[in-house]
């Protein structure tokens, strides 16, 4: 079974300038997460797609950030402007269920 | 506020010694708790997953237990693959989404 698939695997970019993320799921899961894991801190959840509609954005900051899931499959997570504070890792995740989540490899982002 | 809190923050061991991480939760309402093992550049990988207080899952020199208070991820002589951060995460009733601790490093010595 093919896991989940996130590109680019690293970025480095300079503060103001924006990026994308993309992230293709496991085949059928309804279920797509997108995660912020800071160095030496655990995954916080940004956004939370059930098919197509949103569950959870709380922690989205939405001046900046912004997501979507097109078809239900593939999701794009964008950065706009980028701040310093916004380097970390950006991984996602699918389930076929509610919470047993399997995570991609994630995007190590640099903003200097 | 619902927390989550792993201890400790860093564990070093020698190969074949045994211990135990800690996970303590401050929740509203327990639905379920997770234990991911995340390799360094690599997302978390799934290990369990406990429902109830008194619950025990193992896996091969793994086993994690669940209290009302605290779950515990006990190893029992450990190997140097078994290094790792290990990571605690809760679902908390009326919520949908994991909450997840800061981990604990673990470093297993040849």
């Known amino acids: 079974e093919a896991g989940v698939a996130q590109s680019p695997r690293y970025k480095i970019i300079e503060k103001r300038q924006s990026v994308a993320f993309w992230c293709n799921p496991i085949?059928?899961?309804?279920?797509l997460y997108w995660y912020q894991q800071i160095l030496g801190q655990g995954p916080k959840l940004l956004i939370q797609?059930?098919?197509?509609?949103?569950?959870?954005d709380s922690q989205l900051p939405k001046d900046r950030f912004s997501a979507e899931r097109l078809k239900g499959v593939d999701s794009t997570l964008k950065i706009q402007p980028a701040k310093l504070e916004d380097s970390a890792v950006y991984l996602c995740?699918?389930?076929?269920?509610?919470?047993?989540?399997?995570f991609g490899q994630g995007t190590r982002l640099t903003v200097v | 506020e619902d927390q989550v809190t792993q201890s400790p923050e860093a564990l070093r061991l020698q190969e074949g010694e045994s211990s135990s991480l800690n996970c303590s939760y401050t929740?509203?309402?327990?639905?379920?708790l997770f234990w991911y093992r995340q390799d360094p550049g690599k997302g978390p990988e799934f290990l369990f997953t406990?429902?109830?207080a008194g619950e025990e899952k193992e896996k091969e020199r793994l086993k994690a237990t669940l209290t009302k208070k605290e779950s515990f991820l006990h190893i029992t002589a450990p190997k140097p693959e078994d290094s790792a951060t290990y990571l605690c995460?809760?679902?908390?009733?009326?919520?949908?989404?994991?909450?997840f601790g800061q981990g604990t490093r673990l470093t297993i010595n040849p």
């Open positions: 995740a699918s389930s076929p269920e509610l919470w047993r989540a399997f």
């Open positions: 085949s059928g899961h309804a279920t």
């Open positions: 797609f059930q098919n197509n509609g949103v569950v959870d």
């Open positions: 929740v509203s309402g327990l639905r379920g």
């Open positions: 406990l429902y109830s």
């Open positions: 995460a809760v679902i908390i009733q009326g919520a949908q989404k994991l909450v």
